[in-house]
């Protein structure tokens, strides 16, 4: 059974500017895809490689940003509902063994969102650690943050497949949040996964929303709110205080 949800102070506005408390550097874990990179592009270009010799029109960048976020799996599942393919064990399983041998290499295309790749330099010089907790499988994330130049950038990274769970059930961020080893963790994240997996947790969460969500922020669980990374010290500060 899931813990109890945890319950939440209502989200507060930010001032742009606000710095980490020097003394009080909480331990971060990122959230990859919709977070810090864009990687849809990648995804789209992967999924008309499956698609396309059956016969199947290739998903737009709407549709797979709309389908990613619960790992592999559960994006062909929607991939295959989405182009009328039978969804029977075989025929999924068979898609996403194509799927992933062509999505470990998809890397050319995957852009940072505006301001991330500095602010986790900017974090770590101020004494945070970092982790990430994605469901995209451990191949392609490794690859990917690799030619990020991200793969030294993570004390932790807790991928798709390590755990015998997924977002948003806790564990993989609770994993995350133990080998980190600090007292106080705070999650960073763009999507409705992501902000069940912090309430499940019962971690704080900051809400990137220029991600892949769907819902409404108003209507999506989250403790602060971001729209550009040149806010997420003052997120951090708040976290830091409360």
């Not at 999924?47 to 709309?66: F, H, I, K, N």
């Not at 041998?101 to 602010?119: C, L, N, S, T």
């Not at 030619?147 to 004390?155: G, N, P, S, T």
């Amino acid at each position: 059974m899931d813990p109890a949800p945890v319950p939440r102070a209502r989200p507060q506005a930010l001032a742009r500017g606000t710095e980490p408390l020097p003394g009080t550097a909480i331990d971060i874990v990122f959230d990859l895809d919709g977070t810090l990179i864009d990687s849809a592009p990648d995804i789209c270009a992967v999924a008309a490689t499956v698609l396309c010799p059956l016969g199947r029109r290739a998903l737009s960048l709407e549709e797979t940003r709309r389908f990613v976020g619960e790992g592999a799996a559960v994006f062909v599942h929607r991939m295959m509902a989405a182009r009328d393919i039978d969804d029977t064990d075989d025929v999924h399983a068979a898609l996403l063994a194509e799927f992933l041998a062509h999505y470990e290499h998809a890397v050319e295309r995957a852009e940072f969102y505006p301001g991330a790749r500095d602010m986790l330099d900017r974090l770590r010089a101020s004494g945070h650690r970092l982790g990430l907790c994605t469901n995209k499988p451990e191949a392609p994330a490794r690859a990917v943050l690799r030619h990020m130049q991200l793969h030294d950038v993570f004390d932790v990274v807790v991928a798709g497949g390590m755990l015998d769970t997924r977002k948003p059930e806790p564990g993989m961020l609770l994993h995350a949040r133990d080998a980190l080893g600090g007292d106080r963790l705070l999650y960073v994240g763009d999507s409705e996964v992501d902000a069940q997996t912090a309430l499940r947790a019962g971690v704080p969460f900051a809400l990137f929303t220029g991600g892949y969500r769907k819902t409404p922020v108003a209507q999506l669980h989250h403790d602060w709110a971001f729209d550009a990374f040149d806010e997420l010290p003052a997120v951090v500060a708040r976290a830091q205080r409360a």
